[in-house]
DNA sequence: ACAAAAGTGTTTTTAGTACACCCATGT
DNA sequence: ACATGGGTGTACTAAAAACACTTTTGT
């Protein structure tokens, strides 16, 4: 039987207390989330981590998804705590180092952190307790470990709600992206479908973006112009929340 | 030199974690928060608790009010962890028996509440350390403990979100009140006056308040309405966002 | 030349804001 | 009788939704 993996010192870390990233990443075909793949397990899960003595659990968060990523900076957002006594339950790590064992087996309150993140940028990484790190689609994750469900359940509904007083997108889209791009991102999101015209009208009326002159090319039909975040606007926008310009 | 409290077993909770609450009241002349005077300070505080091994961090919460208030259900909404591995600095207590003190020594993460409460159904209670407990008007509170008024300051901000897209006033206003009453507690929490007839308008149009027949007695000119929620509809209203009924 | 996608502008509907008159009550 | 606050309805303005035509490009 295979080991649980030797983490140097679980005495680092401060106990019953842990972060749940739920990592959103954008492709042509739909929103993907990031999930490990246990080992030993059938399950697959949100890729999560302990809080150092002297971290603050957005460090740990970041760390963490650095770690499953290797991106720098992350867009992360906080947005529920869970600490059910039993949301865990039924799922005991019962093998390994016996300091491995005693730790994973104690009652644990997460922290659960929304990570928006360029999709091709992400090179996944599975950490010491899972086999696997890929990309899913939101619609297609299947039953996941413990109430890892409902941490992803509570993080698209945060996410939607953002969508509605703060910019999305800066961190989902490459640099350069086109206006159907960012509304296929949009729907996606939200789950339904937009006007063409009033979406491009309302993004445009934020001030947050800036059109280039480049279009895109080498595209069947019309091709669309180019679009980039104005960072400065954007930046803004997150703290003040959205505002039509003038 | 007092001591500080004999907190049965101090085992009973999970080290590193607190809840802390910001309980809002409100009063014909503002809105109110609950506030502690800890013995050996100088300083105010938000009422606070640890979190007990079984327990749920809203369990925790709840359990810390009603010590606090008498009250039993309590409208309460977690909004922000506040896990600054300094936030406690420059407060340590240093006097007590030597359980507590290494206790209170402790690195605290500790998850914000705000709770709603029916001001004049409120008997204050002090807890152990503290030996006062009242109500201060939010635009009078000076100084607090540690990060305390960051904690308020991030609670009114979560406050003002929800008038936007949940109903307030169940929690916080006498079973029957009037229309004034309400608009007056909306202009409170928001700092700024709205139009009395599209007030009414949009809280009516909500379709969360039941008009009475009765109306206000002994009060000069001429007599308010008596509303109240409707339960049932106020409920659905929290759940899914308040929209215009028809 | 045509199908498919993207650019753009106008109309309609709805929500929000501004505003004015009448009524009841205590002084 | 009058000052004050409360009840109610209408007109105006701005935002959101609905909608259609033209342009470009690859096949």
Not at 143 to 156: G, M, R, T
């Amino acid at each position: 039987m295979a080991h649980l993996p030797f983490i140097t010192d679980f005495n680092q870390y401060l106990p019953h207390l842990s972060v749940d990233c739920v990592v959103f990443g954008f492709q042509e075909n739909g929103l993907k989330v990031l999930l490990l793949k246990m080992k030993h397990h059938e399950l697959w899960a949100l890729p999560g981590g302990f809080v150092g003595r002297q971290e603050t659990v957005e460090a740990a968060a970041t760390r963490v998804l650095q770690e499953r990523t290797g991106l720098g900076k992350i867009f992360l957002q906080q947005f529920h705590v869970f600490s059910d006594p039993h949301r865990s339950e039924g799922n005991a790590v019962t093998e390994g180092e016996p300091a491995a064992i005693a730790w994973f087996a104690q009652r644990f309150i997460t922290i659960g952190f929304y990570a928006l993140v360029p999709f091709d940028k992400v090179i996944p990484q599975p950490d010491l307790i899972s086999d696997a790190c890929t990309w899913w689609d939101v619609s297609d994750v299947g039953p996941l470990l413990v109430d890892h469900h409902l941490i992803l359940k509570k993080a698209l509904e945060a996410l939607r709600l953002q969508l509605h007083y703060q910019p999305v997108g800066l961190n989902l889209l490459p640099p350069k992206f086109t206006m159907p791009q960012l509304q296929k991102l949009y729907e996606t999101v939200l789950g339904r479908t937009l006007d063409r015209r009033n979406f491009q009208r309302r993004m445009l009326d934020f001030g947050i973006l800036e059109r280039l002159e480049e279009r895109k090319t080498g595209v069947a039909h019309k091709a669309p112009y180019y679009y980039r975040f104005d960072r400065q606007r954007y930046q803004q926008a997150l703290e003040e929340g959205l505002e039509k310009s003038q």
